[in-house]
């Protein structure tokens, strides 16, 4: 674990870019149809009653990474085998937001870059911040939040003023509860809000513990709302059909804005909010992993870096032969088979052992 301190503030930074990462890109929820602004919703509130979660465990060890009280609570051998399946999580799932953010970079502005290339200048960008450390994180994170804020803000009012808004298409509201829940729990509760797993390892970092977790609470929220909000204006420009049918249906509906046909087409929009989003995201699943290898095989965050880095690469290349197994194992196998038990099955363990372990000592005591 680094001598590092974080603010509250830095630590909403992170949560906000991180939670929005390329949820907004991507249609998420789109199984919901027109619906799927509900969905993000519910699967907000989900994802916060998990925080709740992660917030008990923090409570009970405020100055241990979650590779360290797995060790506290399940003691030390079968801890370590937890500590290191959450390792391998972390590199698993940066590979894949790696891949998610190097793929639609070549499918919409550079259709003649080998995909390797583009995934090894995100992740030596990411290998310079993690070994400069959390703080540099955190302190570029203020910077490029007010950045994202205003790319954002720009796309809503241009959207607003090219007339391309029908609100029509969002009717009927909750037509079909059933799939509305099928599709808030377990996909969108674990993407992307599950994954506030990741910031179990920055926790320790703060410097105001009280004011952090709220803080942290408050930047899931709004990213949630900002998210919901994001895809019911792609279904009110595009129609829920269209939505579900594009792959990137932000940048669909970018590429509808037309404002007296002097502003056209702010792709270039939609290209600073992705590499932002993914940059930070990918960041902190890649830092989450080093430090919590450095924290259970005892080495220097800085030694392990450059290999933990490599090997998210090379398996973001082979994770899947083509786009579209890579979506539909993200869809299909990833939330059941990793996210559930990863991010709550396991954690509910952690938490229901360590207050049987406090109430314990102090029947003891």
């Not at 051998?77 to 998610?100: H, W």
């Not at 729990?185 to 599950?194: E, R």
């Not at 279904?235 to 939505?243: D, E, N, P, W």
């Not at 299909?332 to 049987?356: R, S």
């Amino acid at each position: 674990m680094e001598n590092a301190r974080i603010s509250p503030f830095q630590l909403f930074c992170l949560v906000f870019l991180f939670e929005l990462g390329t949820a907004v890109i991507i249609g998420l929820g789109m199984e919901a149809k027109q619906d799927a602004w509900i969905a993000i919703l519910i699967g907000l509130t989900i994802g916060i009653i998990v925080l709740f979660i992660y917030g008990g465990l923090y409570q009970h060890y405020p100055d241990a990474l979650l590779t360290t009280y797995t060790k506290q609570i399940m003691g030390k051998t079968i801890g370590s085998l937890i500590s290191f399946l959450y390792i391998i999580y972390f590199i698993y799932i940066g590979a894949r937001v790696l891949r998610d953010i190097a793929t639609l970079l070549q499918i919409t502005w550079l259709q003649r870059t080998p995909i390797l290339v583009i995934s090894m200048v995100l992740v030596l960008v990411t290998i310079y911040t993690i070994f400069h450390g959390v703080e540099v994180l955190a302190r570029t994170g203020e910077i490029y939040l007010f950045v994202y804020l205003f790319s954002t803000l720009v796309t809503v009012v241009f959207l607003l003023f090219s007339d391309v808004i029908n609100l029509q298409k969002l009717l009927p509201v909750a037509e079909d509860w059933r799939l509305i829940l099928k599709t808030a729990f377990p996909v969108i509760s674990t993407f992307p809000f599950g994954e506030m797993i990741a910031f179990t390892m920055f926790l320790p970092y703060l410097n105001n513990r009280r004011k952090g977790f709220r803080y942290g609470l408050m930047a899931m929220i709004l990213s949630g709302v900002l998210i919901s909000f994001t895809i019911a204006m792609d279904i009110a420009s595009l129609g829920g059909t269209m939505v579900g049918r594009s792959p990137f249906p932000l940048l669909t509906t970018m590429g509808k804005i037309s404002v007296n046909t002097f502003i056209q087409r702010l792709d270039i929009l939609a290209c600073i909010i992705l590499v932002i989003g993914g940059f930070f995201k990918i960041t902190i699943f890649s830092y989450a992993a080093i430090i919590g290898s450095a924290d259970l095989f005892k080495l220097s965050h800085k030694k392990l870096t450059l290999p933990l880095a490599t090997i998210t690469l090379l398996l973001s290349i082979i994770i899947a032969e083509n786009t579209s197994e890579h979506f539909k194992e993200g869809l299909k196998i990833v939330p059941y088979y990793i996210q559930l038990p990863m991010q709550i099955g396991i954690p509910i363990i952690l938490l229901c052992v360590a207050l049987l372990r406090k109430r314990l000592l102090k029947k003891t005591y």
